[in-house]
């Protein structure tokens, strides 16, 4: 089973270490680089596992330009890997060239805002209908009250954070796990830079904390699935 | 303050029902957990996974109130349903001595339940 972790620009000597200490190597197709290791069965997802994909692609980032891939099922073999890069073989030249040499930065907001799992309570009216309704309105009024307040979080950090995007190649705004996050894509080689001023520019605001660097996920959205393994 | 890395950002779910069944029943079997500890753990990995069923039964109904696909009884009808369920579910929480926070499910990539 081959486990995916990037697409690079050249091949990769002999020496990185992937998950489980497995040898990292490249097959290449259409003069993209898929930074891979072999293994007896598909990589299980967890925790550790996430965390060695992640720092196998940062490792191997420090030797070749990389677009990063996230963490996957694997692929059958190197000729079913093939038959997916080939398929979409311009989308993926033309995100190498917008994020390889590249990191991410992720500022969120501090405060995470979690729907009340009660219903809100409803108006008279529409409690009068009935109490089914009642409760399905008084959850949507907190389903809407939930999203008011991410957008309100959401846009207060591109606010707070608009003195970066001059020093970033691109932003993009999201939903993440923890809340809205606005994220940062930076040249390897300004990454220090950024991060004295995203730190200078946080530390005075104490709702927000900054993520980063790492390899940038959030502006790698690859057209090529994670093959399940059957 | 600094993030950690992003396990969550790589699409990897944290949830494990499964190796969290088996490490409940291994505890029974050596003796590490108590029977009613076994139990209580059994309990609450079974009202977990109706409350994800629930949350997503609900946020599905919700939508469809919005597309306007349900008709007024059928509005009453659900909502009458995920209600009891919620009374029902609170009962065998306090059963069990279960809270929320018992319940409140890591979904990885997703955020937590709640």
């Known amino acids: ?230 | 303050m600094t993030m950690l890395p992003p396990t969550e950002n790589d699409g990897v779910t944290d949830v494990d029902l499964g190796g969290e069944l088996d490490r409940l029943l291994e505890a029974g079997r050596s003796g590490e957990a108590s029977s009613e500890d076994v139990q209580r753990g059994l309990a609450a990995l079974v009202l977990t996974l109706v409350e994800v069923l629930r949350e997503l039964m609900e946020r599905q109904a919700i939508r469809r109130m919005d597309s306007g696909t349900l008709d007024d009884d059928e509005i009453e009808r659900l909502g009458s349903t995920f209600l009891a369920l919620r009374e029902r579910l609170e009962e065998l929480k306090a059963t069990f001595g279960l809270t929320d926070e018992d319940l409140n499910l890591d979904l990885g990539a997703l955020g937590r339940l709640r």
């Open chain 1, 1 to 230: 089973m081959i486990h995916l972790y990037a697409l690079g620009c050249a091949p990769l000597g002999a020496g990185s270490r992937g998950i489980d200490a497995s040898p990292v190597t490249t097959i290449a197709t259409g003069g993209i680089h898929a930074v891979v290791s072999h293994h007896d069965e598909a990589v299980r997802p967890s925790t550790e596992a996430a965390l060695q994909h992640v720092a196998t692609i940062e490792a191997v980032a420090e030797r070749i330009d990389v677009a990063p891939v996230r963490f996957g099922r694997g692929h059958v073999d190197a000729a079913a890997l093939r038959t997916k890069l080939d398929a979409s073989l311009p989308e993926l030249r033309d995100l190498l060239g917008r994020v390889a040499g590249h990191v991410e930065f992720v500022v969120r907001s501090s405060g995470v805002p979690v729907e009340d799992p009660r219903p809100t309570e409803v108006g008279p009216r529409i409690a009068a209908m009935g109490a089914g309704r009642a409760y399905l309105e008084g959850r949507r009024a907190s389903a809407l009250a939930a999203a008011d307040e991410r957008r309100r979080i959401q846009d207060r950090l591109v606010e707070s954070t608009g003195p970066l995007d001059e020093h970033a190649v691109a932003t993009h705004d999201t939903i993440g796990p923890h809340g809205p996050e606005r994220c940062f894509l930076v040249r390897r080689d300004a990454a220090r830079s950024f991060t004295s001023r995203a730190r200078l520019l946080v530390g005075t605001d104490g709702s927000m904390v900054i993520g980063g660097p790492w390899p940038p996920f959030s502006f790698a959205p690859l057209p090529v699935p994670a093959e399940v393994a059957r």
